[in-house]
Protein backbone atom coordinates (compact mmCIF):
# COMPACT_ATOMS: atom_id res chain seq x y z
CA UNK A 1 0.00 0.00 0.00
CA UNK A 2 2.76 2.64 0.49
CA UNK A 3 4.46 2.09 -2.57
CA UNK A 4 1.23 2.86 -4.38
CA UNK A 5 0.90 6.04 -1.82
CA UNK A 6 4.44 6.65 -2.64
CA UNK A 7 3.45 6.70 -6.17
CA UNK A 8 0.77 8.76 -6.14
CA UNK A 9 2.14 11.04 -4.64
CA UNK A 10 5.27 11.44 -6.46
CA UNK A 11 3.26 11.64 -9.63
CA UNK A 12 1.22 14.80 -8.23
CA UNK A 13 4.58 16.55 -7.64
CA UNK A 14 6.05 15.63 -11.29
CA UNK A 15 2.94 16.41 -13.17
CA UNK A 16 2.40 19.69 -14.68
CA UNK A 17 -1.14 19.67 -15.44
CA UNK A 18 -1.97 21.53 -18.92
CA UNK A 19 -4.77 22.76 -20.47
CA UNK A 20 -6.56 19.43 -22.23
CA UNK A 21 -6.66 19.82 -25.66
CA UNK A 22 -10.15 19.50 -27.37
CA UNK A 23 -11.05 16.22 -28.63
CA UNK A 24 -11.28 15.99 -32.43
CA UNK A 25 -14.64 16.18 -33.81
CA UNK A 26 -15.69 13.27 -36.54
CA UNK A 27 -18.90 14.28 -38.86
CA UNK A 28 -21.18 11.55 -39.92
CA UNK A 29 -25.09 10.52 -40.64
CA UNK A 30 -25.02 8.81 -37.91
CA UNK A 31 -23.74 11.62 -35.76
CA UNK A 32 -26.31 13.71 -37.17
CA UNK A 33 -28.53 11.25 -36.11
CA UNK A 34 -27.46 11.15 -32.44
CA UNK A 35 -28.38 14.94 -31.90
CA UNK A 36 -32.29 14.57 -32.76
CA UNK A 37 -32.42 12.09 -30.72
CA UNK A 38 -34.18 12.27 -27.04
CA UNK A 39 -33.91 10.27 -24.27
CA UNK A 40 -36.71 9.97 -21.25
CA UNK A 41 -34.15 8.22 -18.83
CA UNK A 42 -36.22 7.60 -15.62
CA UNK A 43 -39.57 6.20 -16.63
CA UNK A 44 -39.12 3.20 -15.87
CA UNK A 45 -41.76 1.56 -18.36
CA UNK A 46 -39.48 3.25 -21.07
CA UNK A 47 -36.90 0.83 -20.77
CA UNK A 48 -36.63 -3.42 -21.32
CA UNK A 49 -35.78 -4.42 -17.47
CA UNK A 50 -33.30 -7.62 -17.43
CA UNK A 51 -32.82 -10.07 -14.04
CA UNK A 52 -29.16 -11.01 -12.89
CA UNK A 53 -28.59 -14.21 -11.45
CA UNK A 54 -27.18 -13.36 -8.26
CA UNK A 55 -25.75 -16.89 -8.01
CA UNK A 56 -23.94 -16.92 -10.97
CA UNK A 57 -22.71 -13.07 -10.52
CA UNK A 58 -21.74 -14.07 -6.24
CA UNK A 59 -18.77 -16.65 -7.98
CA UNK A 60 -17.85 -13.81 -10.52
CA UNK A 61 -17.58 -11.41 -7.23
CA UNK A 62 -20.14 -9.10 -8.13
CA UNK A 63 -21.53 -8.18 -4.94
CA UNK A 64 -25.55 -7.65 -4.23
CA UNK A 65 -26.90 -4.66 -2.96
CA UNK A 66 -26.81 -5.77 0.89
CA UNK A 67 -23.79 -8.59 0.55
CA UNK A 68 -22.51 -9.15 4.20
CA UNK A 69 -19.06 -10.16 3.84
CA UNK A 70 -15.95 -7.85 3.64
CA UNK A 71 -16.27 -7.02 -0.27
CA UNK A 72 -19.61 -6.18 0.12
CA UNK A 73 -18.60 -3.70 3.23
CA UNK A 74 -15.50 -2.32 1.39
CA UNK A 75 -17.60 -1.58 -1.66
CA UNK A 76 -20.27 0.49 0.67
CA UNK A 77 -17.73 2.88 2.55
CA UNK A 78 -16.02 3.33 -1.17
CA UNK A 79 -19.82 4.17 -2.43
CA UNK A 80 -19.80 6.31 0.77
CA UNK A 81 -16.82 8.09 0.12
CA UNK A 82 -17.69 8.65 -3.92
CA UNK A 83 -20.84 9.94 -3.13
CA UNK A 84 -19.73 12.33 -0.73
CA UNK A 85 -16.58 13.92 -2.75
CA UNK A 86 -19.48 13.65 -5.92
CA UNK A 87 -21.82 16.16 -3.89
CA UNK A 88 -19.49 18.20 -2.11
CA UNK A 89 -18.05 18.83 -5.82
CA UNK A 90 -20.90 18.68 -8.25
CA UNK A 91 -19.70 15.35 -9.95
CA UNK A 92 -22.32 13.71 -12.11
CA UNK A 93 -20.15 11.39 -14.53
CA UNK A 94 -17.18 9.28 -13.04
CA UNK A 95 -15.23 7.50 -15.34
CA UNK A 96 -13.44 4.07 -13.64
CA UNK A 97 -10.12 3.45 -15.27
CA UNK A 98 -7.06 1.24 -14.42
CA UNK A 99 -3.42 1.36 -16.20
CA UNK A 100 -2.80 -1.74 -17.77
CA UNK A 101 -5.37 -4.68 -18.16
CA UNK A 102 -6.45 -6.91 -15.49
CA UNK A 103 -6.44 -4.56 -12.80
CA UNK A 104 -10.16 -5.07 -11.85
CA UNK A 105 -11.45 -2.20 -13.60
CA UNK A 106 -15.02 -3.60 -15.16
CA UNK A 107 -15.83 -5.27 -11.80
CA UNK A 108 -14.65 -2.44 -9.58
CA UNK A 109 -17.26 -0.08 -12.17
CA UNK A 110 -20.16 -2.52 -11.56
CA UNK A 111 -19.66 -3.40 -7.67
CA UNK A 112 -19.85 0.46 -7.28
CA UNK A 113 -22.98 1.19 -9.45
CA UNK A 114 -24.03 -1.75 -7.65
CA UNK A 115 -23.54 -0.02 -4.43
CA UNK A 116 -24.42 3.44 -5.47
CA UNK A 117 -28.42 2.20 -6.53
CA UNK A 118 -28.89 1.04 -3.43
CA UNK A 119 -28.70 4.58 -1.87
CA UNK A 120 -31.95 6.11 -1.87
CA UNK A 121 -32.86 9.06 -4.19
CA UNK A 122 -29.77 7.96 -6.28
CA UNK A 123 -30.18 7.24 -9.72
CA UNK A 124 -27.21 5.55 -11.55
CA UNK A 125 -25.68 4.49 -14.99
CA UNK A 126 -23.35 2.30 -15.84
CA UNK A 127 -21.99 2.82 -19.43
CA UNK A 128 -19.44 0.96 -21.15
CA UNK A 129 -17.11 2.70 -23.19
CA UNK A 130 -14.65 0.15 -23.36
CA UNK A 131 -15.28 -0.33 -26.82
CA UNK A 132 -12.44 -2.63 -27.70
CA UNK A 133 -12.91 -5.10 -24.76
CA UNK A 134 -16.54 -4.50 -23.68
CA UNK A 135 -17.37 -6.91 -20.64
CA UNK A 136 -19.92 -5.15 -18.31
CA UNK A 137 -22.29 -7.43 -20.08
CA UNK A 138 -20.45 -10.51 -19.70
CA UNK A 139 -19.55 -9.98 -16.42
CA UNK A 140 -23.56 -9.30 -15.45
CA UNK A 141 -24.47 -12.08 -17.67
CA UNK A 142 -26.97 -9.95 -18.90
CA UNK A 143 -29.58 -10.98 -21.88
CA UNK A 144 -29.06 -7.34 -23.70
CA UNK A 145 -30.10 -7.96 -27.63
CA UNK A 146 -28.68 -4.60 -28.59
CA UNK A 147 -25.74 -2.49 -27.52
CA UNK A 148 -23.58 0.98 -28.12
CA UNK A 149 -22.19 -0.94 -30.97
CA UNK A 150 -25.51 -0.79 -32.95
CA UNK A 151 -26.09 2.74 -31.52
CA UNK A 152 -23.05 4.22 -32.54
CA UNK A 153 -23.46 3.03 -36.05
CA UNK A 154 -27.10 3.40 -36.53
CA UNK A 155 -30.49 5.68 -35.62
CA UNK A 156 -31.85 3.64 -32.90
CA UNK A 157 -32.56 5.71 -29.75
CA UNK A 158 -31.04 5.33 -26.93
CA UNK A 159 -33.19 3.88 -24.91
CA UNK A 160 -33.10 0.79 -27.16
CA UNK A 161 -29.36 0.00 -25.31
CA UNK A 162 -30.47 1.28 -21.98
CA UNK A 163 -31.57 -1.39 -19.35
CA UNK A 164 -32.89 -1.32 -16.16
CA UNK A 165 -32.44 -4.18 -13.62
CA UNK A 166 -34.68 -6.02 -12.23
CA UNK A 167 -34.76 -5.83 -7.96
CA UNK A 168 -32.58 -2.73 -8.26
CA UNK A 169 -35.22 0.26 -9.61
CA UNK A 170 -32.40 3.33 -9.85
CA UNK A 171 -29.84 1.22 -11.51
CA UNK A 172 -29.82 1.36 -15.51
CA UNK A 173 -26.68 -0.05 -17.86
CA UNK A 174 -25.83 0.79 -20.88
CA UNK A 175 -23.63 -2.28 -22.15
CA UNK A 176 -21.38 -2.78 -25.34
CA UNK A 177 -22.20 -6.07 -26.34
CA UNK A 178 -18.76 -6.59 -29.75
CA UNK A 179 -15.90 -4.94 -30.08
CA UNK A 180 -15.68 -1.75 -32.17
CA UNK A 181 -13.51 -0.72 -34.73
CA UNK A 182 -11.99 2.95 -34.88
CA UNK A 183 -13.17 3.04 -31.70
CA UNK A 184 -10.96 6.36 -30.59
CA UNK A 185 -12.87 8.00 -33.79
CA UNK A 186 -16.08 6.99 -32.37
CA UNK A 187 -15.60 7.90 -28.60
CA UNK A 188 -14.45 11.27 -29.82
CA UNK A 189 -17.68 12.02 -32.18
CA UNK A 190 -20.34 14.13 -31.58
CA UNK A 191 -22.48 11.54 -30.79
CA UNK A 192 -20.59 10.65 -27.75
CA UNK A 193 -20.83 14.19 -26.62
CA UNK A 194 -24.77 13.74 -27.23
CA UNK A 195 -24.86 10.29 -25.33
CA UNK A 196 -23.18 12.18 -22.69
CA UNK A 197 -25.77 14.95 -22.39
CA UNK A 198 -28.70 12.73 -22.66
CA UNK A 199 -27.85 10.76 -19.44
CA UNK A 200 -26.54 13.21 -17.21
CA UNK A 201 -28.35 16.30 -18.22
CA UNK A 202 -32.18 15.92 -16.80
CA UNK A 203 -31.69 14.50 -13.12
CA UNK A 204 -29.84 16.17 -10.32
CA UNK A 205 -29.79 12.77 -8.37
CA UNK A 206 -28.26 10.80 -11.41
CA UNK A 207 -24.58 9.67 -10.84
CA UNK A 208 -22.67 8.25 -14.55
CA UNK A 209 -20.79 5.54 -13.94
CA UNK A 210 -18.21 4.84 -16.95
CA UNK A 211 -16.25 2.04 -17.26
CA UNK A 212 -13.39 3.16 -19.62
CA UNK A 213 -10.00 1.18 -21.33
CA UNK A 214 -6.77 0.89 -19.65
CA UNK A 215 -5.08 4.33 -19.79
CA UNK A 216 -1.57 2.85 -21.05
CA UNK A 217 -2.29 0.51 -23.80
CA UNK A 218 -4.81 3.14 -26.10
CA UNK A 219 -6.22 6.53 -26.24
CA UNK A 220 -9.37 6.14 -25.79
CA UNK A 221 -9.51 6.89 -22.17
CA UNK A 222 -7.99 10.21 -22.79
CA UNK A 223 -10.48 11.12 -25.50
CA UNK A 224 -13.50 10.42 -23.34
CA UNK A 225 -11.41 12.35 -20.53
CA UNK A 226 -12.77 15.58 -20.97
CA UNK A 227 -16.21 14.56 -20.58
CA UNK A 228 -16.15 13.60 -17.55
CA UNK A 229 -15.92 15.36 -13.77
CA UNK A 230 -13.78 13.17 -12.17
CA UNK A 231 -11.94 9.01 -12.04
CA UNK A 232 -11.46 6.62 -9.66
CA UNK A 233 -8.03 4.88 -10.35
CA UNK A 234 -7.97 0.93 -9.64
CA UNK A 235 -4.88 -0.45 -8.80
CA UNK A 236 -3.91 -4.02 -8.25
CA UNK A 237 -1.83 -4.21 -5.45
CA UNK A 238 -0.13 -7.43 -6.41
CA UNK A 239 0.44 -6.62 -10.06
CA UNK A 240 0.52 -2.72 -10.93
CA UNK A 241 4.06 -1.38 -11.03
CA UNK A 242 4.86 1.76 -9.37
CA UNK A 243 5.85 3.65 -13.05
CA UNK A 244 2.92 2.07 -14.90
CA UNK A 245 0.77 4.51 -11.65
CA UNK A 246 3.00 7.63 -12.30
CA UNK A 247 2.30 7.03 -15.96
CA UNK A 248 -1.57 6.86 -15.78
CA UNK A 249 -1.81 9.82 -13.52
CA UNK A 250 0.52 11.98 -16.11
CA UNK A 251 -1.39 11.11 -18.76
CA UNK A 252 -4.93 12.20 -17.03
CA UNK A 253 -3.35 15.70 -17.03
CA UNK A 254 -6.13 18.06 -15.67
CA UNK A 255 -9.10 15.34 -14.92
CA UNK A 256 -9.76 14.94 -11.41
CA UNK A 257 -8.88 11.21 -9.70
CA UNK A 258 -11.54 11.47 -7.48
CA UNK A 259 -9.76 8.28 -5.42
CA UNK A 260 -7.87 5.38 -5.55
CA UNK A 261 -9.24 1.92 -4.82
CA UNK A 262 -6.48 -0.72 -4.06
CA UNK A 263 -8.16 -4.11 -5.27
CA UNK A 264 -6.78 -7.49 -4.59
CA UNK A 265 -5.38 -6.24 -1.35
CA UNK A 266 -2.73 -8.47 0.80
CA UNK A 267 -4.31 -6.43 4.12
CA UNK A 268 -6.61 -8.74 6.12
CA UNK A 269 -10.01 -7.64 6.62
CA UNK A 270 -9.40 -6.82 10.58
CA UNK A 271 -6.57 -4.49 9.21
CA UNK A 272 -8.96 -3.02 6.91
CA UNK A 273 -11.07 -2.41 9.34
Partial sequence: MDRIQRALDLAKVQVARAPASAAPVADSRAERVALNREFALGAVETVARLPLDWAELKERRVISTNDPQPAGHAYRMLRTQVLQRARSHGLTTLGVVSAVNGEGKTLTAINLAVSLAAEPNQT????????????????????????????????????????????????????????????????????????????????????????????????????????????????????????????????????????TVLNRSSQSESRAY
Wanted: charge should be negative; glycine fraction near 10%; hydrophobic fraction near 45%.
Fill in 124 to 259: VVLLDLDLRRPAVARTLGLGAERGLETWFGGDEPTKSVCYGIEGIERLYVLPTLASVSGSSEVLASLATRRLFNELKGRDPGRLLIVDLPPLLLSDDALTVAPLLDGVVLVVNERGTRREDVVRAVELLGNTRVVG
